[in-house]
Structure formats: structure tokens, C-alpha cells
């Protein structure tokens, strides 16, 4: 996801400091962020129409003083939210974490917490399982923000877990074989285009696999529980092109852009998208949203229960609930979920821009929060792996 991989960065001296809190084998670098050494940053009070007791909640942060998440997401996707969060709250240093992918970010904080570690405030991650998990243990704080009203029901799927992204799976092909004009725009499109062209396409589309992806799993299945008996009926006429499975949107987009692969699908666009800052590849590589079923990542952000700096987690939490903390990271890489944000100013899609691309919500599939996506998961493997002939 952009840019959202493991990465070695800035260690400040705050993060030398939890190194001995931190069982050494969990340890990893961290970028830290905020006032300057020496100097006496002025608190700031609560955002205007906030209630009047947040103030007290801006004091409490204000005295710890600092911030530390757990993420998946690189310091190119954080730094405009931190530098917005500094600009509104200045006396909070703020550290993150970029573990290398989604479970990481529960099994690290579950270790520090079992054994009263210093461990994250704040956790941001695209895993409905594992957050699903973590509430079932009772380990994410019950917390309403102020910004609870500007958002719909299914970007708050458990009490105290916000949305801070909703990120689209798409398609992806080389333009100089297939032409914009022939490019698929839905997924029976994609499908009828691939059997027409099998014998040229034949072992040069890609995914990623449901036998070695999180994403591959929750993107097949959100998919198949829209379409039914329709989706495995299109997997089935996938099969016999004999797709090339892949881990991460990296590789799909390299071998895209040099012909090895002609398409891709349900390819993570928040990967995509920075690509085309490039010219080079602009002219080689495109790519539709899929207006039949559009999948979308939805990555949630809350505070646990084991957070030692709460108060300075809540108000990070509500910046990025905020217009102005979606659109920060909107230009950090990530598709501001929030309804009343639109593209602009860098950002190159909402999911608003994108709802209204598709047709409307109906036409999305969520990659969400249903427990059965947890209860299903090794029938649905088997028979995803069955029809594609994966073992």
C-alpha cells in the first residue's frame, strides 16, 4: 500500500529510551517528530465547536508530552498528518512505527502489553480480523470523538475504532497492450476480455493470492460476497489463463510496466498511484476503478487499552477524524474517507470522488469488519485454491 512497507528511518532519542522497554527481538526503528530541542511550544486549546472539557484533555497530552504509533504506513504517508497535528498541538512529539504488515501491529503491542512494556497509544492498520480480535479482548478504549457525527456507520465498525482511509483495489494494464479504449471497467468486462484474448494473455494477469495474502484474502472475499455464485463462475474463467500470483502491489506495478504482465486486478492503488508521478511510466501505465464491484480497504485507527499517553492518542485520533487531518493524509498518499473531503491540493481521490466514479455505494464492496470473514476463512481458501488450481 503507497509507499506503506517497513523501512529503516530517523531514530530520535526518544526512541532510545523505549528501546530498553521493548523486548529486543520486537524492537525496530521509529521516526519521531515535533517542537525543536529547547524550545517552549505554546498549548494549544480545542478546535473550535469541540465541548468545552477537551480542553482538559489537550492539558493532560500537553503534560505527557509525547505520541508513539504502530502502523503499516511509511513517514511519507505520516509526515503531512504530523506536521498538521505539531502545527495545532506543538508541545507533543510524535514517534511512529512502520511494522512490516498488518498483523504486526496487534501481536507487537499484545507482547509489550503481557508483560507491562511500553507499547503503542495508537494503532493504525487495515486488518478487520485482528481488529475484530482486539476488541473481543477488550483492548481498544471505548473513545467517541468529537468528529464522531461527520462520519457514517460503516466508518465506525466497533466502538472506539475510526476509519482513517478507505483505500481502492483496481485495475491495472500496460498501455501499449492494451489500449485505453479496451481497458475493462468492470469486472465482467475484465473477464470477457481475458477469454477473448487467452491465448495472448495466457500466464501474464495477476492478483494477489488468497494462499499468500491478507489483502488477496479480504479483497476475493468482500468480492465474492457481493457477486455470489457469479464471482466464482468469473474466478473459474480466470483459472484457465493461469494468473501469476503476487505478494504486495510492488511487483504487480514493475512487471505491468515492463510488459511481463499485461493486466492487473484488484491491485492496491494507494501502490499505483504515486507511480504516475512519473512521466516515463505515466505513458506506459493505466488503470479503472471496478464499477461492478469496487473493493475498498477500510483501515482503521483507535486507541488501546495499554496506551500510557492516552490523552495524547485521542488527540491524534480526532485530528486525523477531522477535514483537515483526512486531507493530510490524503496528501500523504492514503484516499481521505471522510465524506465531506473531496480531491484537490494533491489529493488525488476520495471516497466520495470515488462513490460517485462507480455509480454509487452500492456498487463498493467493503472490505469490512463482518466476523464471518474471520469464521470462513480456511472453506473460502480452499475453494479459491481449488479453482485456480493453487496448492
Not at 473477464?191 to 500466464?203: D, F, H, I, K, T
Not at 476520495?350 to 469464521?375: A, H, L, V
Request: proline share 8%; net charge positive.
Amino acid at each position: 500500500m503507497t509507499i506503506i512497507r517497513r523501512r529503516s528511518v530517523l531514530t530520535l532519542p526518544l526512541a532510545g529510551a523505549l528501546g530498553a522497554a521493548i523486548p529486543p527481538a520486537l524492537s525496530r526503528p521509529a521516526i519521531a517528530q515535533g517542537a525543536p530541542a529547547g524550545a517552549q511550544p505554546s498549548a494549544q486549546g480545542a478546535p473550535a465547536g469541540y465541548p468545552a472539557g477537551y480542553n482538559e484533555i489537550v492539558a493532560a497530552a500537553q503534560r505527557e508530552g509525547s505520541l508513539l504509533i504502530y502502523s503499516i504506513m511509511s513517514p511519507e504517508n505520516w509526515r503531512p498528518v504530523i506536521q498538521g497535528f505539531n502545527h495545532r498541538y506543538p508541545g507533543i512529539r510524535v514517534e511512529t512505527l512502520d511494522l512490516p504488515n498488518t498483523r504486526d501491529v496487534f501481536e507487537r503491542y499484545l507482547a509489550e502489553r503481557s508483560t507491562n512494556s511500553r507499547t503503542g497509544d495508537l494503532l493504525a492498520t487495515a486488518e478487520p480480523a485482528g481488529w475484530i480480535q482486539l476488541h473481543r479482548r477488550g483492548e481498544v478504549l471505548d473513545y467517541k470523538s468529537p468528529e464522531d457525527d461527520a462520519w457514517p456507520a460503516w466508518a465506525k465498525p466497533l466502538p472506539g475504532v475510526y476509519t482513517c482511509s478507505s483505500d481502492p483495489l483496481v485495475f491495472i494494464y500496460n498501455k501499449m497492450l492494451v489500449p485505453d479504449a479496451q481497458a475493462p471497467r468492470s469486472f465482467a468486462q475484465f473477464v470477457e476480455r481475458a477469454v477473448a484474448n487467452q491465448r495472448s494473455w495466457r500466464g501474464k494477469i495477476t492478483s494477489y493470492g488468497v494462499h499468500n495474502s491478507g489483502l488477496g484474502y479480504s479483497g476475493n472475499y468482500a468480492f465474492a460476497r457481493k457477486h455470489g455464485d457469479q464471482a466464482w463462475q468469473w474466478f473459474q474463467q480466470l483459472a484457465e489463463l493461469q494468473p501469476r500470483w503476487e505478494r504486495s502491489g510492488g511487483p504487480m506495478t514493475e512487471k505491468v510496466t515492463s510488459g511481463e504482465y499485461v493486466m492487473g486486478w484488484f491491485v492496491s492503488a494507494i501502490t499505483f498511484w504515486p507511480r504516475l508521478n512519473d512521466p516515463a511510466r505515466a505513458r506506459v501505465l493505466g488503470w479503472n476503478f471496478i464499477g461492478d464491484g469496487q473493493p475498498v480497504v477500510v483501515r482503521g485507527v483507535a486507541v488501546p487499552k495499554g496506551a500510557r499517553n492516552a490523552n495524547a492518542a485521542k488527540l491524534m485520533l480526532d485530528y486525523i477524524a477531522s477535514a483537515d487531518g483526512q486531507r493530510a493524509f490524503g496528501r500523504g498518499g492514503l484516499t481521505p474517507a471522510r465524506p465531506d473531503v473531496m480531491p484537490g491540493e494533491g489529493i488525488r481521490h476520495t471516497f466520495s470522488s470515488i462513490t460517485r466514479e462507480i455509480g454509487g455505494e452500492q456498487n463498493m464492496c467493503f472490505i469490512d469488519y463482518d466476523p464471518k470473514m474471520i469464521e470462513d476463512y480456511q472453506p473460502f481458501s480452499d475453494r479459491w485454491k481449488s479453482v485456480y488450481g493453487v496448492r
